[in-house]
């Protein structure tokens, strides 16, 4: 079963730019979560979609990011304009509506300069 | 609010046993879930309580006290890979959607 899958894996750009990153959740997971992980901390929710549904996105930064979630399938989260203190793993994740685990993505490591 | 405490860091000898605790204060749980983390990588799933007591799964363990909200991780046989970040996430249910709240994690580092 493939897992899920993100892109960049690495991206470095300059304060005030875009980035945006993109998620491919596992065949047939309705929930999709974007994580962000600053270093030495725990992944903290940005927003949780259910199916092509928002269902929390009570800890994102919604004056500079976005997410989206077409279809119900692929997502995309992104960050405009970025600031330093968004240098962070950018982790997506994905569930069965009714399973029992969150299946985690590689992650995209930011660095803000 | 949702609040999760774990240690920082532990330290423990190869071959030997250790035990990392998580207490949490949360509204609307709905399960207590252990992920391993190795640096410069995704959390992977390890273990998962829902009602009170132990789950064992080969070398590793975990136990849950709903009325405690307390929950510790055991790993035995303790190996040099077993060196990484354990983080407790708390499911919760408050409005019929899962939602995930994670701890800061455990740093652990197995000796030789």
């Known amino acids: 079963e493939a897992g899920v899958a993100q892109s960049p894996r690495y991206k470095i750009i300059e304060k005030r730019q875009s980035v945006a990153f993109w998620c491919n959740p596992i065949?047939?997971?309705?929930?999709l979560y974007w994580y962000q992980q600053i270093l030495g901390q725990g992944p903290k929710l940005l927003i949780q979609?259910?199916?092509?549904?928002?269902?929390?996105d009570s800890q994102l930064p919604k004056d500079r990011f976005s997410a989206e979630r077409l279809k119900g399938v692929d997502s995309t989260l992104k960050i405009q304009p970025a600031k330093l203190e968004d240098s962070a793993v950018y982790l997506c994740?994905?569930?069965?509506?009714?399973?029992?685990?969150?299946?985690f993505g590689q992650g995209t490591r930011l660095t803000v300069v | 609010g949702q609040n999760i405490d774990q240690p920082t860091e532990m330290t423990a000898t190869e071959g030997a046993i250790v035990q990392i605790n998580c207490t949490y204060q949360?509204?609307?749980?709905?399960?207590l879930f252990w992920y391993q983390q190795h640096a410069g990588e995704a959390p992977t799933f390890l273990s998962y309580?829902?009602?009170?007591g132990l789950e064992e799964k080969g070398r590793f363990s975990s136990f849950l006290s709903r009325s405690k909200g307390y929950s510790y991780l055991l790993l035995k046989e303790l190996q040099m890979k077993d060196s990484a970040s354990y983080l407790c996430?708390?499911?919760?249910?408050?409005?019929?959607?899962?939602?995930?709240?994670f701890g800061t994690g455990t740093r652990l580092k197995v000796l030789a």
């Open positions: 994740a994905s569930s069965l509506a009714w399973n029992t685990e969150a299946f």
């Open positions: 065949s047939g997971h309705a929930t």
């Open positions: 979609f259910q199916n092509n549904g928002v269902v929390d």
């Open positions: 949360t509204s609307g749980f709905n399960g």
């Open positions: 309580n829902v009602l009170d």
């Open positions: 996430a708390v499911r919760l249910d408050p409005s019929g959607t899962y939602k995930y709240i």
